[in-house]
């Protein structure tokens, strides 16, 4: 599949899109304490998402039972919202991509729960300074590794890890698309950026080494194997001339 260039007309459905994405999870966020379960969790995102005339993106793809991915503690990615209740010093991160006119949006945010250890909020906030990292390289002329390289070097000075297998993705009138985004890499290296690509940037951060098992059970969870804690943030952009667009912020 080759790499789709969007128009300015595309774009702005697209922006619609990820202003709901960003509305759902504010919509979550103070639902997010001791004593609430995944599964109503995600009850709450699919009712707000529906009553805004979109459509649930992970709900059926693939099989994928539910509307968010949900990850608790050493989850880091894929997680499927059940009974488990969110207790204090928890971090739990949300996944969520609607379809909205036709159009896409894409993003992840990772939150307290209650009162957590100064390593879990540690951990939050490389994590969400890596996804901005790797943002502001995303700029038209410049290239994919010089993405993952942004990412890579801040998580690794600070000690943590990034999840390789696990990645970005274009994104726009499917919910996967072409170019596949490491978020790691050499400076200068893989696909030269240009404007009107649309893609998101969602590095997953181990707080121990890179390495995922997947369980075998569900088929879906991915969870650290050593079992240490994962966060993750996210956003869609669109490439232009200058400074990228990030179109899932509200």
Partial sequence: MSVVLRSRQQIALMRAAGRLVAATLDALREHVRPGVTTRELDRIAEQFVRKHGAIPAYKGYRGFP????????????????????????????????????????????????????????????????????????????????????????????????????????????????????????????????????????????????PEAVLDKTDGWTVRTADGSLSAQFEHTIAITEGEPEILTLP
């Avoid at 499927?80 to 894409?106: A, C, S």
Wanted: with cysteine; aromatic share 6%.
């Fill in 66 to 209: 539910a509307t968010i991915c949900v990850a608790v503690n050493n989850v880091i990615c894929h997680g499927i919202p059940g009974n488990q209740r969110l207790k204090e010093g928890d971090i739990v991160g949300i996944d969520i991509g609607v379809r909205l006119n036709g159009w896409y949006g894409d993003a992840c945010i990772t939150l307290p729960v209650g009162t957590i250890s100064p390593e879990a909020q540690r951990l939050l906030e490389v994590a969400e300074e890596a996804m901005w990292r790797g943002i502001r390289a995303a700029r038209g002329g410049a290239h994919l590794g010089d993405i993952g390289a942004a990412i890579q070097t801040y998580v690794e000075a600070n000690g943590f890890s990034v999840v390789r297998e696990w990645t970005g993705h274009g994104v726009g009138q499917l919910l996967h698309e072409e170019p596949t985004v490491l978020h790691y890499g050499k400076p200068g290296s893989g696909m030269r950026l240009r404007p009107g690509m649309t893609f998101t940037i969602e590095p997953m951060i181990n707080a121990g080494g």
